[in-house]
């Protein structure tokens, strides 16, 4: 069967930015996949994605003209149903044949098998393959349709509809033509009230030649390149964007670098069609500000990459990326630099008046802004952190600092007060980042300044900590506010919503206290944050626990580790998250030893005994011993336990579970020789404690039951 390469591409007016891409993968997976599915593809058949700000477009290798015939069984219905007594055709059957375009001599040919408790009649039947202009015109239909669009415009046609300027046609963007090539031969398809061609527009200003034509599918990309000025791929023109930057840069010489900023890259990727890097440049005299704010909005406003120098410092110069390359690109330069001039004197502007006014001063503007109809104000929230944040300090060995006391209750006081700048007003992103600012001019020192800028910290997954134990306190105490707060109003995460990141926030929690190494215990954190909220909350502990130590394991999951092992950890509900880690060493190293399964299932077996026996003390009368095997398991924990023991007050939980790994023989003995419920009271009662007694030793790690198959 003939087959040839397959172009599709719609010309559109330009696509959002920031759903190109996306566009582009959805437009071109779906049309492969129906075509695939309608058996118009090779086993071999590839699609390539193309995405411009004004096309998407989808290249398929070895494209059948017409799709292999499919034979098809189809059941018809049970046989007593289609069939009467004396075995002839029903009218029910007959009209289920006529429906299938058969007649009533298709009743001999039809099969019966099994269905379920009944027989079934079977029909076999050939079904034509489709061709490809009825099958690329359902891919097509359904490729459109699936388009991940973010906002949906409508707009009227003016020809080939029922009623031009008044027939309707919703889309992401107005479309203008539509390719639709098999090797060279059209595809006679439609779509959008268009009908497929094969020519296309380039470049709005630089197309060499208008319309573009296409002889054939191949040439799809190089002829647009040449005629048109447009690459057509999104990965080439941002791999040739990335190649510009980088050898802008080099001209600029002293070591500078354009921003690393992947999704500044693919949202102006998503703007040109033949990227032209330029090198731009503006006062000197803005570098007085802050260059969180500089950079902020040129990448955000205009788009811009700025340059910072080998020390990471923000240069007086940035490159633009353009969508055209004139001869003489000065006024393109010109305007880009008049452009961004009145943004970095906003910023300046913000900057100046902010620094009027003391952090302090604005502390009682926080009880005019609405935090939650529920929790209050800023300025109610900012009450509860800075009693919670002087809560965890009592809990850590610098309670006893007067001054690093002071340092956390000043810098939980301020850390919301630079939502009240101009500045943070107009970059909400800089929240936190001008706290420390306006708090190093305010005089406040560079720990409380460091606490403020980073009490937002970590942000996302790879995030840094806060710099200093202040900043980790408040960081701490701000999002317990918000766990505790939200969680004791029941707003809770559903599904893939989380409007308040309390996910985020958890693991923020987990990460301080696992890498902080806060010697604080998790159940106590949140108790002693519980009261600063009064009666409008009820108490989350319960709950609040529960969500934190799941976001510890999916956390521990996605670092490597196996799901028995996180489970046998924290099924112990460890209180210091900064000891997982070594009980998770110890946990690993104990079952690559050869006596671990034996234990493992042992120390599930003694947990099911212990379990059915219900309350049981851990004590044992050596008197009532009366096995052998009993006496030698009790004499090797007396060995054994409290050197045990010591190496895990020690801190050793590898070396605790390795020594406990003797125990294997006397407790396979013990199994094997006693009787632990036996009918005498007592010594019932005194083999179920000496087993408590080995279950606790075994346990203080983790729960080495969840280790057994």
């Not at 079934?120 to 388009?147: H, R, T």
């Not at 215990?521 to 909220?533: G, K, M, N, R, T």
């Not at 997982?580 to 299932?601: C, D, G, H």
């Not at 309350?615 to 096995?627: M, R, S």
Request: proline residues 4%; hydrophobic residues 45%; charged residues 20%.
């Amino acid at each position: 069967m003939t087959t040839h390469n397959l172009l599709i591409e719609l010309f559109v007016e330009e696509l959002p930015p920031k759903a190109l891409q996306k566009l582009g993968d959805a437009f071109s997976g779906v049309l492969f996949e129906q075509l695939k599915t309608q058996g118009l593809t090779a086993a071999n058949s590839a699609v390539t994605a193309y995405a411009s700000p004004r096309r998407l477009a989808a290249h398929i290798t070895d494209v059948s003209a017409l799709a292999a015939d499919k034979a098809v069984q189809q059941k018809l219905m049970p046989v007593n149903v289609g069939l009467d007594a004396s075995g002839n055709a029903t009218p029910a059957l007959l009209k289920k044949l006529q429906s299938l375009g058969a007649g009533p001599e298709a009743v001999a040919q039809l099969k019966r098998a099994p269905d379920g408790k009944a027989e079934a009649l079977f029909y076999d039947s050939l079904v034509k393959g489709a061709s490809l202009a009825d099958g690329l015109q359902k891919a097509l239909s359904e490729a459109i349709a699936k388009l991940p669009i973010p906002k949906v415009m409508s707009y009227q046609l003016e020809t080939d509809c029922e009623l031009p300027g008044w027939s309707s046609v919703n889309f992401v963007r107005p479309a203008h033509s539509l390719v639709a090539l098999h090797g060279g031969t059209v595809v006679p398809v439609k779509a959008l009230g268009l009908t497929a061609g094969n020519r296309t527009q380039g470049h709005r200003f630089e197309a060499r030649v208008s319309p573009v034509v296409f002889a054939h599918a191949d040439d799809y990309a190089k002829t647009l390149a040449q005629d048109g000025a447009v690459i057509a791929s999104f990965t080439e023109r941002r791999a040739e964007i990335t190649r510009q930057l980088e050898a802008a840069a080099t001209k600029v010489g002293g070591g500078v670098k354009a921003i690393q900023d992947a999704a500044l890259l693919d949202e102006v990727t998503a703007l040109v069609e033949r990227p032209n890097v330029l090198v731009c440049e503006f006062e000197k005299q803005f570098l007085d500000v802050p260059q969180e704010c500089l950079i902020l909005t040129m990448k955000a406003n205009q788009k811009y990459f700025p340059l910072l120098d080998a020390a990471g410092k923000l240069t007086h110069q940035f490159l633009v990326v353009s969508n055209i390359t004139p001869d003489d690109a000065s006024a393109v330069i010109g305007g880009n630099e008049r452009v961004v001039r009145p943004r970095l004197a906003d910023a300046k502007f913000f900057f100046d008046q902010d620094r009027k006014k003391t952090l302090a001063s604005r502390v009682e503007g926080l009880a005019k802004v609405v935090y939650h109809n529920k929790l209050g104000t800023q300025g109610e929230r900012t009450d509860r952190v800075c009693a919670i944040a002087k809560g965890i300090a009592a809990l850590l060995p610098q309670a006893k600092d007067a001054a690093f006391v002071q340092a956390v209750d000043t810098a939980a006081q301020l850390a919301k007060t630079d939502l009240l700048t101009d500045m943070v007003g107009e970059f909400p992103e800089l929240q936190g980042i001008m706290g420390g600012y306006y708090a190093r001019h305010d005089g406040l020192g560079e720990e409380v300044a460091q606490a403020i800028e980073d009490h937002y910290k970590p942000r996302f997954a790879g995030d840094q900590l806060p710099r200093n134990t202040v900043g980790v306190v408040v960081a701490l105490a701000d999002k317990l506010e918000t766990l505790v707060g939200m969680f004791g109003i029941g707003n809770l995460p559903t599904g893939d919503k989380d409007p308040f990141a309390l996910r985020r926030h958890a693991l923020g929690v987990v990460r301080m206290l696992s890498e902080a190494n806060l010697d604080v215990a998790l159940d106590a954190l949140i108790a002693q944050a519980i009261p600063s909220f009064g009666d409008k909350i009820t108490d989350p502990s319960v709950a609040l626990s529960a969500f934190i130590y799941d976001r510890l394991s999916g956390g521990l999951r996605e670092q490597g580790y196996s799901a028995q092992e996180v489970e046998a950890v924290l099924a112990l509900r460890p209180q210091r998250l900064s000891d997982v880690a070594k009980r998770l060493a110890a946990v690993r190293a104990f079952a690559a030893l050869p006596e671990a399964p034996a234990l493992a299932a042992a120390n599930k077996r003694i947990g099911n005994v212990l379990k059915k026996a219900g309350e049981v003390d851990a004590h044992v009368n050596t008197a009532l011993f009366k096995e052998d095997a009993e006496q030698a398991l009790y004499a090797v924990m007396q060995k054994l336990l409290p050197e045990s023991e010591a190496q895990f007050n020690a801190g050793d939980y590898t070396a605790s579970l390795q020594t406990l790994a003797t125990l294997r023989s006397p407790v396979d003995a013990f199994f094997d020789d006693v009787m632990v419920n036996a009918e005498e009271m007592d010594l019932r009662l005194n083999r179920q404690g000496l087993l408590k007694c080995l279950h606790l030793a075994m346990n203080r790690v983790a729960d080495l039951s969840c280790l057994a198959s």
